[in-house]
């Protein structure tokens, strides 16, 4: 399926802050906005003439940093590369071993870790020993690996500057809402137990908030010099503490930034009511995404999310009572599937009625609860860490072919958007002929295409 998000490396761009502030000179070359390929993105980064490169990598672009640092490792003068991310945060030891090019893993929030990693590496070339007194890495020493431990969470977000936006070519990102598009955080951690979910390996369990003052200056800072006019936060439960939300909310309307943008949150629905729904949409929120996982009793209780069908659609219901667009997640493959499963899944998808669905494949990414019990029973189907795509690819396997998950999940997303509701709806929204739905009925339109199986594998 064409690529309709592009966003920005957040952790990048508040990593380059971090150091700038510390006073170094930074770039950031983002090479999956700019397109570029491994060869070009080395290219790019040595005509900086860095001192340290770092990389950022999630589990299914890990092989790719890597080959980026192999071609920066070959390329001449010799400089160290770091590599952070969620994956190197689970698996450091494993990420040295098949990464040879990269000389040290951030483990955890790499904000603190960073200034006194940098210091020890303007002293002189890699220091194996002073490594070893910063927390949050792993490298190499005499053959071994050395590991300080995951990085405390920073307890003090807002003792951290506001991520370098002006290094990111900001212009290449887009979203099917809004050609003029960012991400951001306002928190960071989880207290939930999702079984999929790799954030509080990250990101602790323990939820600390910005101040809303602080959120909603960054977002007009972003719309006044970069012209963003639609934001998407990337806190894994938007609504975790309500005051929070509603102080946010209050300050967004005072400062008018509903005039200037929208913007869009993921949460949970047990976590929202009808109130809370308006009040965010009167501050600007156009849609909220939630999870449905799955219709079955046993499947929810393997994902432990926690929630039940009462919950899930009330949420919809008071989020269509007030006028906000909706988003639902839905996860297949999960252990002892059976068609009677999907089947209610679908039901409860079609009760809840959101206006898009997305259909993940239960995927055991490095550092979620999933992974440990999966490799514990053998249903590790590779780890071939380009595969683990959640919308795309096969990895887990407890026993039902992948060619019958994959037509599964081929016939549950013809089920849901070929009913005549959507149909009608992808064709008001083409025939309205207004520039600022045409992005909507393209999103629906690319749902189509995934159930004819164009898309999505």
Aim: charged letters at 25%; one cysteine or more.
């Amino acid at each position: 399926m064409a690529q309709t998000s592009v966003g920005p490396p957040l952790g990048l761009a508040y990593l380059a802050a971090v150091a700038r502030q510390a006073g170094h000179e930074v770039a950031i070359v983002d090479a999956n906005a700019l397109g570029l390929s491994v060869t070009e993105s080395a290219r790019r980064v040595r005509a900086l003439e860095p001192t340290v490169v770092g990389l950022t990598a999630t589990t299914p672009t890990l092989d790719l940093a890597g080959a980026i640092a192999a071609a920066l490792g070959s390329g001449g003068r010799r400089v160290p590369i770091l590599l952070g991310g969620p994956h190197g945060t689970a698996l450091a030891a494993r990420t040295l071993a098949e990464q040879p090019a990269v000389d040290v893993v951030a483990r955890g929030e790499g904000e603190a870790t960073l200034p006194p990693l940098l210091a020890r590496l303007d002293a002189g070339p890699l220091d194996p020993t002073a490594l070893a007194e910063v927390p949050g890495l792993a490298f190499r020493r005499d053959g071994e690996v050395v590991d300080t431990g995951i990085a405390p969470p920073i307890a003090d977000l807002d003792a951290l500057p506001e991520p370098a936006r002006d290094l990111l070519p900001n212009r290449r990102y887009r979203c099917p809402d809004s050609e003029r598009f960012t991400t951001l955080l306002a928190m960071r951690g989880c207290p939930f137990r999702c079984v999929y979910c790799a954030v509080p390996g990250l990101f602790g369990r323990q939820v600390r908030c910005r101040d809303p003052r602080a959120v909603v200056a960054e977002m007009l800072g972003a719309h006044a010099r970069f012209g963003v006019e639609f934001f998407s936060f990337l806190d894994d439960t938007f609504t975790t503490r309500r005051a929070w939300v509603e102080a946010f909310c209050d300050e967004a309307r005072r400062a008018d930034l509903p005039g200037r943008a929208r913007w869009i949150c993921l949460t949970r629905a047990d976590l929202l009511d009808r109130g809370l729904l308006a009040g965010m949409k009167a501050a600007g929120c156009v849609r909220v995404e939630l999870g449905v996982e799955s219709g079955s009793a046993s499947g929810r209780a393997f994902l432990d999310k926690g929630l039940d069908e009462g919950q899930i659609l009330e949420a919809f219901r008071h989020a269509r009572e007030v006028g906000l667009s909706t988003m639902g997640f839905a996860i297949l493959n999960l252990p002892g599937e059976t068609e009677a499963d999907i089947a209610a899944t679908l039901d409860l998808l079609v009760r809840a009625d959101p206006d898009f669905l997305q259909v993940s494949l239960l995927t055991p990414y490095p550092g979620t609860p999933l992974r440990a019990v999966a490799e514990q029973r053998g249903w590790i189907a590779t780890d071939d860490w380009s595969r683990y795509s959640f919308l795309n690819d096969v990895v887990l396997d407890h026993g039902i072919p992948a060619a019958t998950v994959r037509a599964r999940h081929r016939a549950f997303l013809r089920r849901f958007y070929l009913r005549p509701r959507t149909a009608w709806k992808l064709g008001r929204l083409v025939l309205s002929g207004s520039s600022r739905l045409r992005p909507l009925a393209r999103t629906i339109a690319l749902g189509l295409a995934g159930a004819w199986g164009r898309g999505g594998e």
